[in-house]
């Protein structure tokens, strides 16, 4: 206990390290507590003897953890610690000065990660200096972040960590890169670092054995086994017999206790040639001579010389009467390697017999794994054959060790089915029929267990046999104009026929291949059919995607199969005479026509002769929550408003709807200000407008038990009428009013009072609330139940297709029902996941590639795209590149599209993180790809706008005007993402978030920020005369600054381009984009 073990000393530049192994010490000797307060020096007390004894017992300790802690540092740091006469206190000044928990220095280690390299380093020590700078910068960022985000976080950054660590690695390392890198799953850094080193020995071996064939007589060469040698050792390695750095005891040179051995090439000077090749040849035969040792035959000698020839060949070559051919040899050849390449397998005898009963014999194999896994998940299956009548069962097994429950299940079906017990069981040598549980059951069941011989499966022919019946039993054919697959055993191939048809237009082979939708069909082999007569059957079970990210999954089974079979379980009417045939549509109907006449929505009149009424239709929807089961079904009165006539029947029809960057805004502030989140319905939101028009429709069907000349003169507003929506929000306008709300957005109401403050959103008939005034609140929601037909929702879980996740982290924002409804309608839920929305170094074009016959699924693809974008800024960039081209589209368009959604199927449950107790500053990013459009060399503006670290608004678009450089690309961004913050400090001001200090925009181009702080404009900078004075003037008058920020910083480097996997992933982590399971 006199002396600390510590391998790293402290230099003044590694305080992380150095601390965290002391800490490590000190908690180890139980004496943690003189350095965080938890033990400090008793006060005296009326006992004085005890008093000396215990004071001076603790003074010695510490007195000796002083002494260790000056030891472990260097000689010119114990000069500052000399004035400090505690622990406590010298830890205290060594924290306040060398520890770094800033964001300059999480920069700084940004930036050294980012340029680090392997140069000349051992692997070892590039390891190790790697590892150094991660685990810096990995305490720095998850210093203050919540629990429930902490393994996220992790997770991410040991992907990132080790594909960095790989990218780095020096040339003469790729094949094990690519290797690791190939693998699926890609292995972890510590086991990529051990193939590393094993690499690293046999290229040192190499090299050893190149330079020792090639050395000249004058160089001797000196072997040793050292394995790796002393190059290998980290420099923070300490000798315990020099106690110096950089070597071990084993080898320091001051050590004369042991002999020097080495591994490199050692010259020396020449040394006599005593070993000639007649002293060789002579030492030999001396020695084979005294050992009496005798040579093969001549004969067998000339037969392995010859290639093995038989004795007939040999014999007449040796005997022949050639030239110089005086001997005569008597052949009598037994060679080994002739007998082993002319022997052959013993043919297996077939068994003619069978048993003489069911289940007396009983042939067992199983087979797998599948290198796909079934709808079930499923991987394995066993097979249990009745050798008296080769009836067959078989099993779908998840893993091997389920063989024995199965088997347990097959033998009770038998006992209890056929009143029989099976005798003998033959299987393979198979780990899953040798356990000792299985074993230990077939001897209390007394049943005899056969098995095969390892490598002799012909024993067990029976049931391998069965395997093959069993794999090849047809083809899967692809019909093309259904976009299907169908099996079948009866194909014929037409081979001089193509399949697809021959264009003069090649397509990249980059290009995404495009899958089809296969009908999946299975075999049921219930125990109680047999194999020979198959039924065919669609599995209803609900596959759960892979999990992806190491969250757990849901129970409720959110995946894109629960959604798909839940929907196609119900048969949606298309019109009012089929709907009229089932009770539970003819109730929904009768519901929905109660609810109109309650609220006094039409006068029945005749019509007059000069009008032409409105018709009307059912609309008939079966609402499911994301788990798949029903929650009602819903009928809906719409009147056909296409048919109205501007000025006649209506005029204004612009009804506003809230930003969703005011959503993603209100809902930051919520999680960082802990305020709770409520949502209501309005139930029939458009019939509580004030209609003023005087509109006629026919009486829908159901209204009526008979025909009528008299039709629905209209009082109040229906679904349809194209002046429907503008007139709910004014009547709802007017009602917040009424209750001293003030609007500031387009549909974002707020009212303030002495114990805080209330905010509103609206989308059409959907309404969000939240504010720290809970009485307010509630007042609130009491005068709009008094004022409309409302439906309190409870706390907010899922508005307008986003579902929203609370936990005391913070809250999460996703799409996962509409992104698998997505992958749904793409008809991709069998396909294969991407890592990137978009494939590296791909241009669209508008005009190459064939024109879609039918653009309409490209459409409503891309729309669908768009709308995801709402909680995906990772896919932003992706979507605006295929939205460019909804005019004409082309395959190669339609390709893009499909591997977006490829994407977003493996990241369905990705959304955004909104952290609670999070800062309310704003932070902006910008960036620009100049000419980044093939087509019109037009700029990509990308630019984000962060509350505090929480995303709420970014954009990715195709600037409006062909820049001439870069700098006025970037500067045009500039301007965009300027406008944004202004925008958005306005709003946070209202909401009593006022900014009092510049919101930083970073951005990478120097000129770009030195043309903003410079007054002085010239010739070339006339023709962005406006955006500049635009963002000067924001510049100027402090809401803004404009720090220089690295390309490889910048986050909305993903808002301009696609990138590579690693970096893709680096960013979108930085957009805190998470997984978390959907739970709607």
Same mark, same amino acid.
């Given at each position: 206990m006199d002396s600390a073990p510590l391998c790293v000393k402290f230099t003044g530049t590694n305080y992380s390290t150095w601390a965290f192994q002391f800490e490590l010490f000190l908690k180890g000797k139980d004496l943690w507590g003189h350095i965080d307060g938890t033990d400090v020096e008793k006060p005296s007390t009326f006992d004085k003897s005890q008093d000396v004894g215990t004071s001076h017992s603790w003074a010695v300790l510490d007195a000796r953890i002083m002494s260790w802690l000056l030891g472990s540092v260097e000689p010119h740091i114990v000069t500052h610690l000399r004035p400090h006469r505690s622990t406590q206190s010298m830890w205290a000044y060594l924290k306040k000065v060398y520890h770094q928990d800033n964001d300059a220095r999480r920069f700084q280690l940004e930036h050294a990660i980012v340029m680090f390299q392997h140069g000349s380093l051992s692997i070892q020590d590039?390891?190790?200096?790697?590892?150094? !700078?991660?685990? %810096?910068?990995?305490?720095?960022?998850?210093?203050? =972040?919540?629990i429930a985000a902490l393994s996220t976080i992790q997770t991410i950054h040991a992907t990132t960590r080790r594909d960095q660590f790989l990218m780095k690695l020096r040339p003469e390392y790729e094949s094990v890169r690519s290797s690791l890198l190939n693998r699926s799953p890609v292995p972890s850094l510590d086991i990529c670092f051990g193939e590393l080193l094993r690499k690293e020995q046999r290229l040192s071996t190499q090299a050893i054995l190149g330079q020792s064939h090639g050395s000249s007589g004058t160089t001797t060469v000196a072997y040793a086994a050292q394995g790796r040698g002393p190059l290998m050792h980290s420099k923070n390695s300490q000798c315990f017999c020099c106690k110096e750095y950089g070597h071990i005891a084993a080898t320091c040179p001051k050590n004369n206790t042991r002999l020097s051995f080495s591994c490199v090439l050692c010259s020396a000077p020449p040394a006599p040639?005593?070993?000639?090749? %007649?002293?060789?040849?002579?030492?030999?035969?001396?020695?084979?001579?005294?050992?009496?040792?005798?040579?093969?035959? !001549?004969?067998?000698?000339?037969?392995?010389?010859?290639?093995?020839? #038989?004795?007939?060949? /040999?014999?007449?070559?040796?005997?022949?009467? /050639?030239?110089?051919?005086?001997?005569?040899?008597?052949?009598?050849?037994?060679?080994?390697?002739?007998?082993?390449?002319?022997s052959k397998t013993l043919p297996f005898p077939l068994h003619a017999s069978r048993a003489s009963h069911c289940f007396d014999f009983i042939h067992s194999d199983v087979w797998g794994p599948s290198p796909v896994s079934s709808h079930e998940k499923f991987k394995y299956y066993v097979t249990f054959i009745n050798d008296h009548s080769r009836f067959t069962w078989v099993y779908f097994l998840r893993?091997?060790?389920?063989?024995?429950?199965?088997?347990?299940?097959?033998?009770?079906?038998?006992? #209890?089915?056929?009143?029989?017990?099976?005798?003998?069981?033959?299987?393979?040598?198979?780990?899953?029929?040798?356990?000792?549980e299985f074993q230990a059951f077939l001897a209390s069941k007394g049943i005899i267990h056969q098995r095969s011989y390892p490598s002799i499966p012909q024993q067990n022919g029976v049931a391998e046999r069965k395997n093959r019946h069993l794999l090849d039993v047809g083809f899967v054919c692809y019909d093309p104009t259904l976009h299907r697959t169908r099996i079948s055993r009866n194909v014929i191939f037409l081979e001089n026929q193509h399949f697809f048809p021959i264009s003069s237009s090649t397509v990249s082979s980059s290009s995404t291949v495009v899958l089809p939708s296969f009908e999946q069909q299975f075999l049921d082999l219930h125990p109680m059919q047999s194999v020979a007569a198959p039924s065919v059957r669609r599995s209803s079970r609900v596959s759960v995607p892979p999990n992806r990210y190491g969250f757990p999954s849901s129970s409720s089974g959110n995946s894109i199969s629960a959604l798909t079979a839940a929907l196609s379980k119900f048969d949606i009417p298309t019109c009012y005479s089929h709907a009229a045939k089932h009770d539970c549509w003819r109730q929904a109907m009768q519901e929905e026509i109660a609810a109109l006449e309650a609220n006094h929505t039409w006068d029945i009149e005749p019509c007059p002769p000069t009008i032409v009424p409105l018709g009307c239709k059912w609309v008939y929807l079966v609402k499911v929550r994301s788990d798949g089961s029903l929650d009602r079904y819903k009928a809906r009165l719409v009147a056909l408003g296409n048919n109205q006539e501007y000025g006649v029947n209506y005029e204004?029809?612009?009804?506003?709807?809230?930003?969703?960057?005011?959503?993603?805004?209100?809902?930051?502030?919520?999680?960082?200000?802990?305020?709770?989140?409520?949502?209501?319905?309005?139930?029939?939101?458009?019939?509580?407008?004030?209609?003023? %028009?005087?509109?006629?429709?026919?009486?829908?069907?159901?209204?009526?038990?008979?025909?009528?000349?008299? =039709?629905?003169?209209?009082?109040?507003?229906?679904?349809?009428?194209?002046?429907?929506?503008?007139?709910?929000?004014?009547?709802?306008h007017t009602t917040l009013l009424q209750f001293s709300f003030r609007k500031y957005d387009t549909s974002l109401f707020l009212r303030k009072s002495d114990m805080g403050i209330v905010v509103l959103l609206v989308y059409v008939d959907d309404i969000v609330i939240t504010g720290s005034d809970s009485a307010l609140l509630g007042q609130l929601k009491t005068h709009l139940s008094e004022s409309f037909h409302m439906k309190d929702l409870g706390p907010l879980t899922y508005f307008l297709g986003l579902e929203v996740h609370h936990s005391p982290s913070g809250i999460s924002l996703n799409q996962h029902k509409y992104a698998s409804d997505l992958v749904a309608t793409a008809g991709l839920q069998g396909a294969t996941s991407v890592d990137t929305p978009m494939e590296l170094n791909v241009k669209l074009r508008k005009k190459e590639g064939n024109l879609l016959a039918d653009p309409s699924l490209y459409r409503k693809l891309v729309g669908s795209l768009v709308y995801l974008t709402i909680t995906r800024p990772d896919i932003s960039f992706a979507v605006q590149q295929v939205s460019q081209f909804l005019q004409t589209p082309r395959h190669l368009h339609l390709a893009a599209v499909r591997r977006i959604i490829r994407y977003v199927q493996g990241t369905s449950t990705r959304g955004l993180f909104f952290p609670t107790g999070n800062s309310t500053r704003l932070t902006a990013y910008s960036d620009a790809d100049w000419a980044g459009c093939a087509d019109t060399r037009r700029s990509i503006t990308g630019w984000c706008v962060f509350l505090g670290d929480a995303l709420i608004s970014w954009k990715s678009k195709k600037q409006d005007r062909v820049s001439k450089s870069s700098t006025e690309s970037e500067y045009r961004a500039m301007s965009l993402a300027c406008s944004e913050i202004i925008w958005l400090r306005g709003m946070l001001a209202e909401l009593d978030f006022s900014e009092t200090d510049p919101t930083p925009l970073h951005a990478d181009n120097t000129s770009a920020i030195q043309i903003t702080a410079n007054p002085v404009y010239h010739e070339r900078t006339k023709h962005i005369e406006v955006d500049c004075h635009s963002i000067r003037e924001a510049f100027e008058a402090r809401v803004i600054t404009l720090p220089h920020i690295s390309t490889d910083l910048q986050i909305a480097d993903i808002f301009t381009k696609a990138l590579p996997r690693h970096r893709h992933c680096l960013l979108s982590s930085k957009l805190m984009l998470v997984d978390q399971p959907a739970s709607i």
């Open positions: 590039y390891y190790s200096a790697f590892l150094t !700078l991660w685990h %810096e910068y990995a305490d720095l960022v998850t210093t203050d =972040v919540p040639d005593y070993c000639t090749p %007649e002293m060789v040849q002579w030492i030999l035969i001396s020695a084979l001579s005294a050992m009496g040792f005798q040579g093969p035959d !001549l004969s067998m000698v000339w037969h392995r010389r010859l290639g093995h020839p #038989n004795t007939q060949i /040999l014999s007449h070559v040796l005997n022949s009467d /050639l030239p110089g051919n005086k001997d005569r040899y008597s052949l009598s050849l037994e060679c080994d390697s002739c007998k082993l390449g002319k893993s091997k060790s389920e063989v024995f429950r199965t088997f347990t299940e097959f033998l009770a079906y038998v006992d #209890n089915q056929f009143s029989t017990s099976i005798k003998t069981l033959r299987t393979d040598s198979g780990g899953e029929y040798l356990s000792t204004e029809t612009f009804a506003p709807v809230t930003k969703m960057t005011t959503v993603r805004t209100i809902l930051a502030l919520a999680a960082s200000s802990d305020w709770p989140l409520h949502q209501m319905d309005v139930k029939n939101a458009f019939l509580h407008g004030d209609l003023k %028009e005087c509109i006629y429709m026919k009486p829908p069907r159901g209204l009526f038990s008979s025909p009528t000349s008299h =039709v629905c003169k209209l009082r109040r507003f229906l679904y349809g009428l194209k002046q429907a929506p503008r007139a709910w929000f004014e009547k709802f």
